[in-house]
Structure formats: C-alpha cells, structure tokens
C-alpha cells in the first residue's frame, strides 16, 4: 500500500489525495503541529502516542504556520512513525484558502 509520496502537498493535492486515498480505505490526517486549528476542514492535534495507535498505512499530513518547520521535521516524523505516511503541507496554514473546494465531479453519465 505503501507508494512514493513527495515530501509536501499542497492543500489543492491534500484535498484530492484524501479523498482518492479514502475511497481506498486509506485514512490521511491533518495534523496540527502548532495549536492552531484550521478552519472549515477536519485538523487533530499533534499527539505521539494516539498517532502511534492509526492504522497502518495513514497518511499524516502536518502542519504549522509556514509549512517549513514541519518540512524540516519530516525525517524526524518519519523515524517516530516508520508504519505511517509523513509529509507536510505546503504554505502551511496561512496558505490554507478556508473556502476552497475541489470542482464537483460530473456523475451525470
């Protein structure tokens, strides 16, 4: 299950993946690294211990401000969690557009 991932997504790519990777039944999180939820999307506070307890194969996505802490902490998530995907997200959360959505598929076929 487990394939290349780059080292970042953008909030464009984290919206597809998630979705693309869910229907899959892969889980992918965003994790806030920084105490600062974002808005109007689903965040989890960056705790070790119930991270350690995801399934397998789950796709964490961290953030913080910038996005360049939690990159250039990623080989350190990656050693704390071997079984997980780690990557972090581009831009951070000041480069999240709260009301950005990904264009509705056409099922009309």
């Given at each position: 299950m487990k394939k290349d991932f780059p080292n970042e997504w953008t909030q464009?790519?984290?919206l597809q993946n998630k979705k693309d990777l869910q229907k899959q039944g892969?889980?992918?999180l965003l994790i806030d690294t920084i105490l600062k939820?974002?808005?109007h999307t689903d965040t989890i506070?960056?705790?070790p211990v119930l991270l350690k307890d995801?399934?397998?194969?789950?796709?964490f996505v961290f953030y913080c401000d910038?996005?360049?802490a939690t990159l250039d902490r990623l080989n350190e998530y990656k050693k704390k969690f071997p079984k997980h995907i780690c990557l972090s997200l581009k831009g951070?959360?000041?480069n999240w557009r709260?009301?950005?959505q990904l264009p509705q598929e056409d099922t009309s076929n």
């Open positions: 464009t790519e984290y892969q889980k992918v939820p974002i808005s506070t960056y705790n995801e399934p397998e194969g789950s796709v910038s996005g360049k951070g959360r000041g709260k009301y950005f």
